[in-house]
């Protein structure tokens, strides 16, 4: 099977496995220290979390840069959730992998290119 490896589907530019890690853990905090049940966030939850990625990672990003990740995120949750409910395809918890056979993989690259993002390689 002709995959190309996750970091050319997920990373570009300041995008990285660190950067995400960083406003994922931010914006995910910020959710529960507010205890903010929207589906959209609050331009300060925006700015804070540029102030983490240029604090921790020395990344500087604008606001529209971390509301577009953020969207990549949504994106690749809901590809997640699609493949999962493939039959074939299913979510193994102690790897944190999906695991299918090459067929099933085959059907879900035509499907969605993107979703070789989840490939574990």
């Not at 970091?7 to 300041?14: D, E, F, N, P, R």
């Not at 905090?29 to 903010?36: A, D, P, Y």
């Not at 102030?51 to 990549?72: C, F, H, M, N, P």
Request: overall charge negative.
């Amino acid at each position: 099977m002709n995959v190309p490896k996750q970091t050319s589907i997920l990373y570009h530019g300041v995008w990285t496995s660190e950067t995400d890690t960083i406003l994922s853990d931010t914006i995910i905090g910020l959710k529960k220290e507010t205890r903010w049940t929207e589906s959209y966030f609050p331009s300060w939850f925006l700015m804070t979390a540029e102030q983490e990625l240029k604090t921790k990672a020395g990344v500087v990003v604008s606001e529209d840069e971390v509301s577009t990740r953020i969207d990549v995120f949504h994106k690749r949750y809901q590809i997640f959730k699609d493949v999962v409910g493939l039959c074939g395809a299913q979510w193994d918890r102690p790897t944190n992998t999906v695991v299918a056979g090459d067929d099933v993989w085959d059907k879900i690259m035509k499907y969605n290119w993107f979703a070789g993002g989840l490939l574990l390689q």
